[in-house]
């Protein structure tokens, strides 16, 4: 069975920092897209971010400049390097993995999702 697992969410002060993580049981994984997505209560869930097989990267406008998806291939594993962070950061954050399309958009695995972690940003 697939599993993606999530760590590194917290609370943090507006302005703060914090890095998630996400590795897969993916055999895989170094073929694939990973993306970043999060959902707030009350909205629906928001890509903010994703990095090809070949290391390109795509970031959401509202996270841009701020936030900086990265890979390991050899752990398995995906980061999300999260800087100045706002109070509108708040969600529920998952990691998913995929492809990107002819277009350069991603497209998620439905199977492939994490659990999810908490970041809240509050002082």
């Known amino acids: 069975q697939v599993q993606l697992v999530e760590s590194g969410g917290g609370l943090v002060q507006p302005g703060g920092s914090l890095r998630l993580s996400c590795t897969a049981s993916?055999?895989?994984?170094?073929?694939?897209?990973m993306a970043w997505y999060r959902q707030a209560p009350g909205d629906q869930r928001e890509l903010i971010a994703f990095i090809s097989k070949g290391g390109e990267t795509t970031y959401a406008d509202s996270v841009k400049g701020r936030f900086t998806i990265s890979r390991d291939n050899a752990k398995r594993t995906v980061y999300l390097q999260m800087n100045s962070l706002k109070s509108e950061d708040t969600a529920v954050y998952s990691c998913?993995?995929?492809?990107?399309?002819?277009?350069?958009?991603?497209?998620?695995?439905?199977?492939?999702w994490g659990q999810g972690t908490q970041v809240t940003v509050s002082s």
């Open positions: 998913n993995a995929g492809v990107v399309d002819y277009s350069g958009s991603y497209r998620p695995t439905e199977p492939y």
């Open positions: 993916l055999n895989i994984f170094s073929r694939l897209a």
